[in-house]
């Protein structure tokens, strides 16, 4: 039998003293979606007690179906659970706020003192780390996700659609959700999700126990306010931006653009930055695939999660391109702008859907469809692998084409050998080794700057 929580004026937790938790908690969230999920299990499940183990992981489930960062939507759905929308809404906002304001300090150093010999030598250091990383969370998701050749499959045919033949992000996303339907209906046994297992902890029971309902029952008049209210708070800035600046200004193509990729960002960050690399470099030319993998080895050293790279793309690209404002002005106000809209999204998600989440629980189909989605993912990570490979390995590309194949190639005679040579001590670090991505980068940086300052070829 479920129980139901207090009446919604009542908090589970005194509202003061989660403020201070989750700001605690946003001070922690370096290391990735795995060590922020970490960080909260192990605060509010291991030592708080606020709530069990199972309903932990239930709602990671739920957020894992939901495109955006799971770790930070887990965060909105916990503090809806302790205190109601409010909570919510501080969660979320804590999660990302030192990330938000770590990244665009870092932005402006990038922007302002890139050029400099020493600052060049440290982010061509980066880089090459950056290689290894991706090629981690591939082994990473791949490992959990790639169950049978069934899921191998999926991935090699999103790798090769994306690498080869240039098939747009979303669409490889949606087929592959397809397919995971298509495939659970003649054989279920190859969709089945796991869990992320576990299952109770040692301990006094939680403040919210496992089997209760939250009080905020779903309806269609709930549904339909907080729909109307997270559209237009989502959309009005770039409502803003585009009657101000016009709609062909590098702000509304920004809010425009990182709306439409805050809806795809399924299977994490990496999934989906070689569209946004391909997009914002190649397409929009707000900055250099260069600048893109400096651009996320920043993102890797600051708390919060990783897709606020996006942030970092939209300060060059608006410093790039500021239309009649000052540079600086314009790169902050296109900072924001971005980080607005690919955050919102997250909260109107939860906020949504949360009451309907033990429907959700037991629909299989749309399980496998996620699963689908996961195991395709893992082709997509691998592509960004490829992309940043050649742009930071590589002096020089060339793009073979016939007919609808389109691929990019490095001309292997053009290999930068001290970037090689920093992603090798990289790869060692982290594979044989197991050292955090937070050291590697240190290594990485401090080996680039060695290297610059011995007049070695590095960029």
């Keep these: 039998m479920t129980t139901t929580e207090p009446p919604a004026t009542r908090d589970v937790v005194p509202f003061g003293q989660a403020v201070k938790a989750w700001f605690t908690i946003s001070l922690q969230t370096f290391g990735g979606p795995a060590g922020q999920i970490a960080v909260m299990q192990r605060h509010l499940v291991d030592e708080r007690r606020w709530i069990g183990q199972r309903r932990f992981l239930h709602a990671l489930n739920y957020c894992m179906l939901l495109p955006g960062p799971e770790a930070q939507q887990l ?23 030192p990330g938000l304001v770590a990244l665009l300090a870092l932005s402006a150093v990038y922007v302002g003192y890139g050029d400099t010999h020493a600052v060049t030598a440290v982010f061509a250091g980066l880089a090459p780390a950056v290689v290894v990383i991706v090629a981690q969370a591939v082994w990473r998701v791949g490992s959990r996700a790639l169950t049978n050749k069934v899921l191998v ?16 992000f979303p669409v490889v996303i949606a087929f592959a959700a397809l397919a995971g339907w298509a495939v659970h209906r003649w054989r279920p046994h190859l969709v ?3 869990g992320h297992g576990g299952n109770g902890t040692d301990g006094p029971a939680p403040l919210i126990r496992d089997d209760a309902l939250h009080h905020d029952s779903p309806s269609a008049r709930r ?15 770039v409502t803003l931006v585009a009657a101000t600046t016009g709609i062909g200004s590098v702000y509304t193509q920004q809010g425009l653009f990182f709306s439409g990729t805050a809806v795809v960002t399924f299977g994490g960050a990496y999934a989906v930055l070689a569209y946004v690399a391909q997009r914002a470099v190649e397409d ?41 404002l000052d540079p600086w002005v314009a790169g902050v106000v296109g900072s924001l702008l971005t980080t607005w809209v690919t955050f919102v999204p997250c909260f109107l998600f939860i906020m949504l859907g949360a009451p309907y989440v033990e429907r959700l629980r037991t629909n299989h189909s749309l399980s496998a469809a996620l699963t689908g989605i996961t195991a395709a993912v893992v082709g997509v990570i691998a592509n960004l692998g490829l992309y940043f490979t050649v742009h930071t390995l590589f002096v020089d590309s060339r793009t073979v084409t016939g007919g609808p194949l389109r691929l990019e190639l490095p001309e292997m005679a053009t290999v930068r050998w001290i970037p090689l040579g920093i992603a090798v001590i990289a790869g060692v670090l982290i594979f044989r080794f197991k050292w955090s991505v937070l050291r590697v980068l240190g290594v990485s940086a401090l080996l680039g700057l060695a290297a610059g300052l011995a007049g070695l070829p590095i960029t």
Aim: hydrophobic content about 60%.
């Design 192 to 194: 089945t999700a796991g």
């Design 153 to 168: 499959g999926f991935a090699v045919v999103a790798f090769v659609a994306l690498a080869a033949f240039g098939v747009p």
């Design 284 to 324: 929009y030319g707000w900055l250099s695939a260069g600048d893109m993998v400096r651009g996320l080895a920043l993102a890797e050293s600051t708390p919060g999660p990783l897709i606020m790279v996006v942030q970092f793309v939209a300060f060059l690209g608006a410093y790039h391109h500021p239309g009649s």
């Design 223 to 237: 549904a339909a306010t907080i729909l109307a209210v997270g559209l237009v708070a989502w959309f009005a800035p």
């Design 75 to 97: 965060a909105i759905y916990v503090g809806w659970l302790l205190n109601g929308i409010r909570g919510g809404l501080v969660a979320g906002t804590l999660f990302v706020l």
